[in-house]
């Protein structure tokens, strides 16, 4: 296994789990853009990693791929062993909350077990060698730990009593405390962050944002759950990679850090947003994407408002988001349009029915 053509000229190696996912590939390809470290991705592929995501970065010597699950220990094990490297970045997991609810074992294996397993292997490296190299983990988590806030709520901090209401939410925060243990029983340097709702390039077409966007292109349906009141805080997915740089860069060992970029939004003021920027870039009938928002069935569990106070990560980090979210959000559609190969393959290997379209074509319900 070699990176950088086996050369060691003392630049920093990260390995990025869950590297061809959504936020795990905006992040690879920030750090190789800015040069920051070498990069091995450790991705299983499962249905949300692609390696399209990283297609760009092939013939970069500072980056190698290598597909494994992070609940294999003896892989792991064998990965930090030959890349040794000076941080490790976990962003692998089960991220979609209605998934969650229809398997919730899947979230418990990967979310939980397989940040024990990367816990549990970075702990006997960091014991052997990391420690003289400066290595952290940094571990990437959500907003949704701290439960749903009532309209009258102070948005979540750090100090904010965890609270988790869906499997995937459960699985997050379950994860969150093993990260915490291992720091304070054995002095593994680990950082967590715990950010809101992402959007921007490379987001799997079963999220909001590229549902509604997939949606009013092929002239789909708009599912709306429920009444379309609930609030999520909305961040652009660069702002969230800077970070998660800054929280490894500058965060204090032990720590939580939330980030957010102060835009909490109805889905359905969201939605009507999108509608217009769609509207404005997209239409070929003259008609409004609006037409095609279509009120479904509410999710079980369905939190009704999330939103974050990053304070912390502001003052303690140095760390503000770069991107206004009218101007991103456009940018993110304007991606989705400039890049139709990218989703139709999607699209052409898995159904794209409501909550299903991570589920290839036949299987399941
Ligand atoms: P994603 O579902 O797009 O990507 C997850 C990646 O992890 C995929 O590439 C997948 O192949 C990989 N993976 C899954 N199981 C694996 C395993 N067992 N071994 C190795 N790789 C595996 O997820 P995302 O939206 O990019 O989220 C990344 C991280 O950020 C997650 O930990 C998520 O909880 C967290 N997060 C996401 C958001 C958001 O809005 N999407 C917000 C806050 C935090
Ligand atoms: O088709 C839809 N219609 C709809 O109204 C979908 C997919 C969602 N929704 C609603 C449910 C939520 O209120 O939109 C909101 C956002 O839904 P998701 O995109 O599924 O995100 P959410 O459940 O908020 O979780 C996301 O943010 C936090 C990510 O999936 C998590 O990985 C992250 O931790």
């Known amino acids: 296994m070699a990176i950088g053509n086996g ?47 990283l297609l760009s970065l092939e013939g970069d010597p500072d980056h190698l791929f290598v597909r494994g699950d992070i609940r294999d220990s003896p892989a792991v094990s064998a990965l930090l062993s030959e890349i040794r490297p000076t941080g490790l970045f976990h962003f692998a997991a089960e991220s979609h909350v209605d998934r969650s609810i229809e398997n919730p074992g899947e979230f418990v294996s990967t979310n939980v ?33 701290y439960g ?3 309209p009258s709520d102070p948005p979540f901090t750090e100090r904010t009593p965890y609270a988790p209401n869906s499997p995937y939410a459960a699985s997050k925060a379950a994860s969150d405390h093993l990260v915490r243990a291992y720091f304070h029983t054995y002095g593994l340097p680990v950082v967590t ?109 369905h939190d009704r408002r999330y939103e974050i106070d990053a304070a912390r990560s502001r003052t303690e ?13 456009e940018k993110t559609v304007r991606w989705y349009l400039a890049n139709r190969s990218w989703w139709e393959a999607l699209r052409a290997r898995y159904d794209g029915s409501r909550q299903g379209i991570g589920r290839k074509q036949g299987e399941g319900k």
């Open 7 to 53: 050369k060691d000229d003392g630049r920093p190696t990260w390995i990025v789990t869950g590297g061809a996912g959504f936020i795990g590939s905006n992040f690879v390809h920030k750090v190789r853009r800015e040069n920051r470290a070498r990069v091995v991705t450790f991705d299983l592929l499962t249905y949300a990693g692609n390696r399209d995501n």
């Open 193 to 301: 962050t715990n950010c809101s709702n992402n959007y921007g390039p490379w987001q799997f077409p079963e999220k909001l944002i590229p549902t509604v966007i997939l949606s009013a292109l092929e002239g789909r349906p708009i599912p709306l759950y429920g009444d379309g009141e609930n609030i999520r805080d909305w961040i652009f997915v660069e702002d969230h990679c800077d970070g998660v740089l800054a929280a490894f860069d500058r965060g204090r060992e032990g720590e939580t850090y939330a980030i957010g970029a102060g835009n909490p939004k109805t889905n359905r003021a969201l939605i009507e947003t999108l509608c217009k920027i769609l509207d404005r870039l997209a239409s070929r009938t003259g008609r409004s994407a609006r037409e095609l928002v279509t009120a479904v069935p509410d999710r079980p569990g």
């Open 148 to 150: 749903s806030l009532s």
């Open 113 to 145: 077990t397989g940040t024990f397993v990367l816990l549990d292997a970075a702990l006997r490296y960091w014991e052997r060698e990391g420690r003289g190299k400066g290595f952290r983990f940094l571990h990437v988590s959500t907003d949704e730990v």
């Open 317 to 329: 980090l140095g760390w503000t988001p770069a991107h206004s979210f009218e101007e991103a959000l």
